[in-house]
């Protein structure tokens, strides 16, 4: 029972995280692992997805209600996010990313600093591109970070968030919705992945999503009613634990 009650209050504190800026696998992976050490990782992380999916879901919507996106250029997105998610998660099962872990930290420590310099990064929206040019653009930005989500994953939702802050000139908020509805897109590839092949813990998992919608509905209202600003300290926030995770897992265990 009282591990059932903390894996709940991982789920709440990882979907209220995920539903700012993306990285509630930073809390919501290692509690599964940690309980149920003799599961096979696969199942673990198939539960994970399907816990996390509607956490996810829940908070694109609510953003969306208040946040203006482009369809035309979203949709496309989503779908090449989609296909390139499953592709990933189809090629690790056959490549191990052996290299991929190692170079992540770098690669988090060149965002942290970027957006800690840059001040006023993301505290406007000013939109760079239009039309097809865009389309393109997001689709490229979907396809290869949903392919590495699929492949690998840690901070797949910072990295849409960054990238469409950096190239397409959008603010906090609004590339946190952007990348709420990509995030969907990767995992409900890697979930019908998972499903398919059986590893998923259907009962745990159900108990963890109705926790992680809760958080996420929190974590919503807080990152709409305080904006860009409170979204750009979590962001911060989480890629230094990311770094931290990452490099541990890479360099130490």
């Not at 599961?39 to 908070?59: D, E, I, Q, S, Y």
């Not at 609004?174 to 897109?185: D, E, F, Y």
């Not at 919608?213 to 300290?233: D, E, N, P, W, Y």
């Amino acid at each position: 029972m009282m591990d059932m009650l903390l894996l709940g209050l991982a789920a709440f504190f990882a979907g209220f995280v995920d539903s700012i800026v993306g990285g509630g696998g930073l809390v919501q992976v290692p509690a599964l692992f940690s309980f149920f050490p003799g599961t096979p990782p696969a199942t673990l992380l198939g539960t994970n997805k399907f816990a996390g999916v509607w956490g996810t879901t829940v908070a694109a919507r609510n953003y969306l209600r208040q946040v203006k996106v482009r369809w035309a250029m979203l949709v496309p997105a989503a779908a090449m996010a989609f296909l390139f998610s499953f592709g990933g998660a189809y090629l690790v099962t056959h490549i191990p990313p052996t290299h991929l872990r190692k170079a992540l930290p770098f690669v988090l420590v060149a965002v942290a600093i970027y957006t800690f310099k840059k001040k006023d990064f993301g505290s406007a929206d000013r939109p760079l591109f239009s039309g097809n040019k865009e389309i393109w653009l997001a689709m490229l930005v979907g396809a290869g970070i949903g392919f590495y989500d699929g492949f690998f994953g840690p901070g797949t939702g910072s990295f849409f968030m960054f990238l469409f802050v950096r190239f397409f000139g959008y603010d906090f908020l609004r590339a946190s919705a952007v990348a709420k509805v990509l995030n969907v897109a990767c995992n409900a590839a890697a979930l019908s992945w998972f499903g398919f092949s059986g590893h998923v813990l259907w009962m745990l998992g159900g108990l963890m999503a109705v926790c992680g919608i809760g958080g996420s509905l929190l974590g919503t209202h807080l990152a709409i009613k305080h904006g860009t600003g409170f979204v750009r300290k979590m962001f911060l926030f989480v890629v230094i634990c990311l770094i931290c995770k990452t490099s541990y897992d890479g360099f130490l265990r």
